[in-house]
């Protein structure tokens, strides 16, 4: 709290923490309560800072942002882990495809009852055969751009995380890339899970196209700005000040 260890309050400092008797009523910056602490016994000159030197966490609407860009930060974070193993596995079959084909030939034969039977065998035993239809080269090049790719969207789970606007725009891109691809694959196989993505990813475009105001909508980033600005800065704490002093409780009244 802005103001903790203060032991000379003014009338200038209302806006953080304000004096009463022999507490300190501190002022949260995020959440704009007023909690009591005892003042310090000894008075000295120890002030409250300026505002020039008081860092504003994020508040309101601007903390909103930061919950849901920091949400999908950890979407890609997810697909970062998952990329990342699946590139290990191609690199593994790459590295070591005689071998594992033999073992996959001998587990396939031996649950499917024998020979021909084994190409009948689904699910992942299924889709790992299909691993082996791939030369070792190919396997290779295709580890190589998943790797490319969870590197895209660690930059992307990165950036987000941080706040930063090119990441806005590129997660805005790689997004939009892969929705024509998940409208394909629900025409061709509807799945719960495939449903579930696309309103995701299409929920996350339509988010940072019309909220973050990207590509100059609504104003684009110089909207932002001021929006950011006007709901996050000292001027939002003047506007709060003002309807806390309405409250009828002299403890929270400026002095």
Known sequence: MVGADAELVTE?????????????????LRCDAWLPTAAPEHHGDIRV???????????????RDQYILRLIALDRALHVVVLLLLAAVLFTFARHDA???????????ALAG????????????GYLGK????????????????TAFAGVEAAEAIG???????AEYLTFLVTCAFVPYEIYELSIKFSVFKLLTFIVNLAIVVYLLWAKRLFGLR??????????HALGGWEAIEHATVRVAGVADPSLSPR
């Open 49 to 63: 800072p300026p505002r020039e030197e008081i860092v504003v966490p994020p508040r309101g609407p601007i903390l």
């Open 160 to 166: 987000l995380w941080r706040g930063r606007r090119w």
């Open 131 to 146: 691993a082996f239809q791939y030369s070792p080269r190919h396997l290779i090049t295709l580890g190589l751009i998943v």
């Open 12 to 28: 200038a400092d209302a806006l953080v923490v304000r004096a009463d008797g022999g507490l300190l009523w501190l002022r949260c």
């Open 99 to 109: 071998a594992l084909h033999r073992y996959y030939t001998s587990i396939m034969n």
């Open 114 to 125: 024998g020979g021909s039977a084994a190409v009948r065998v689904r699910g992942l035993l």
């Open 219 to 228: 104003g684009g980033y110089a909207a932002e700005k001021e929006r950011r």
